[in-house]
């Protein structure tokens, strides 16, 4: 009781206004101001603002809150797809999603490294457990021994040679007549073209540049500095060179300077292409835990014959294409206007080496072996797939991992068959989820796990050398 009667003396003295023991009283009449007019308009001029201001704030207020809900649903692409029409009905689709909508049908799956040495049972075929170890973990790195059978191998080498197979890149002076008539440039205009810094005179860098820009041609300075030692050019030893010994030189690039020597062809996977492939796809499939209809979208099997001689030069398998590190698939897809990258790399070893002086390296390798981080011995029927991106942390691709720079080691003895399964994702979600929409228009195969293409449509937009 007492606390209440404490209570209500408290209230008493924090009703009178505070501050209000300093102000002189006044009487009654004093304190009506409407006999002053200009008290009483100032303060129903106060009130007046005090309620506009409430009421602009409230409308601001209220179209924020319109703004801001419309835009949420007009940044959700997802909301016209069909998979997600049943979200609709619910009312819990509205609270804000723990990662963004658009990727909440489709993600992608990465696979554990755990540690280097780590092996995983992974079940890919009905009759078999495979072992996945793990060699790397950056970029993230694995092998599986017995991915294909010695019978798959054989097939699928077998067909590459029926099909035939191309040179993977082309000696400069194979294409050099025709490209001097398609260009109709005569010596002098190429010479300032090639000419960057205009100083009448073509230095070395400036000749080493068009060699990497137009034939990818992997020439150090040091290259260049026999050639024009062989040619006796450079007799005053100052790098300058005439057009006469450029073009002469052209003559001296060999098979070994290319980037890539090797011959290849491309085997489509998708419906009424041979079983094997159809079941090297299916298996790709699994073992990479990614959506079906992206494997599907991806690059046909790549199959590769590397003679003596042959190799592969350090190289990315995706991201922006340099002309000493472009790959002929990468190419490929560049060509078209459909932006596709690599996200994963499957390599199939179809034969063994017979040694060990004939190996590979696969990862971080530079123009030469010796300075690789880490190297694959080729052994039949052997997979090693790696992640050419790192994930954006939300299920989609993020950054491209640098670390995934690899290569093929010269052959020195016999031939050496491998088959690349590159996987290919647009990088930006949204660009691929309308590409995934138009494509899935198609006839879909019932036996297929996902989506099947339609082959025309598949050849004429992504995969223009089939
Ligand atoms: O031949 C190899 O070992 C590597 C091949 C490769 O990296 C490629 O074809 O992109
Ligand atoms: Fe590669």
């Known amino acids: 009781m007492s606390d209440n009667q404490d209570t209500s003396e408290a209230e008493e003295e924090d009703a009178t206004p505070s501050g209000s023991a300093t102000l002189p009283l006044r009487p009654p009449s004093d304190r009506l101001p409407c006999n002053k007019s200009s008290v009483c308009s100032r303060s129903y001029f106060v009130v007046v603002m005090v309620f506009f201001h409430v009421y602009i704030i409230n409308v601001i207020a209220l179209l924020f809150y319109v703004h801001y809900n419309s835009g949420q649903e007009d940044a959700n692409p997802s909301r016209d797809a069909p998979s997600s029409n049943h979200q609709q009905q619910h009312p819990e689709s509205r609270r804000p999603p723990s990662k963004p909508e658009f990727l909440r049908d489709v993600s992608l799956t990465r696979i554990e490294g755990i540690r280097v040495g780590h092996v995983q049972k992974v079940s890919l075929v009905p009759s078999k457990v495979h072992e996945m170890r793990t060699l790397s973990l950056k970029p993230l790195l694995f092998e599986i021994p017995g991915f294909l059978s010695e019978d798959e191998c054989r097939v699928v080498t077998q067909l590459a040679q029926l ?70 050019a450079d007799e005053d030893g100052n790098g300058k060179k005439s057009t006469f010994f450029f073009k002469k030189h052209y003559l001296w690039v060999k098979r070994s300077q290319l980037v890539r020597n090797s011959r290849h062809t491309w085997l489509y996977q998708g419906k009424g292409a041979h079983q094997v492939l159809q079941d090297i796809k299916a298996r790709v499939t699994r073992l990479t835990r990614l959506p079906p209809a992206l494997v599907d979208l991806s690059e046909p099997l790549q199959v590769v014959r590397y003679e003596e001689g042959g190799h592969y030069h350090a190289h990315h398998d995706s991201g922006p294409v340099y002309p000493e590190t472009a790959c002929t698939h990468t190419r490929l897809a560049s060509n078209t206007s459909t932006p596709f990258e690599t996200y994963i790399t499957v390599l199939f070893y179809l034969n063994s080496l017979a040694d060990n002086r004939t190996y590979d390296e696969v990862v971080r390798s530079c123009v030469n072996c010796d300075k690789s981080n880490l190297k694959v011995k080729p052994t039949k029927g052997t997979a090693v797939f790696w992640y050419n991106y790192l994930s954006d942390g939300k299920g989609w691709v993020g950054e491209q991992d640098e670390y995934a720079l690899h290569g093929g080691c010269v052959v020195t003895h016999g031939t050496k068959w491998v088959a690349n399964k590159w996987i290919n994702i647009d990088p930006d979600y949204q660009r691929q989820a309308r590409y995934q929409k138009l494509v899935s228009q198609q006839p879909e195969d019932e036996d297929d796990e996902g989506l099947t293409l339609n082959p025309d449509l598949q050849s004429s937009d992504v995969h223009q050398e089939l």
Request: aromatic share 6%; charged share 25%.
């Open 163 to 232: 099909k035939g197979l191309m040179e993977s890149q082309l000696m400069v002076q194979d294409g050099q007549d025709e490209l001097a008539k398609e260009l109709n440039l005569g010596p002098e205009e190429i010479f300032n073209l090639l000419d960057i810094n205009q100083d009448g005179q073509l230095q070395l860098h400036e000749i080493l540049t068009h060699y990497r820009v137009r034939d990818g041609i992997w020439l150090t300075p040091e290259n260049l500095r026999e050639i024009y030692a062989g040619l006796k």
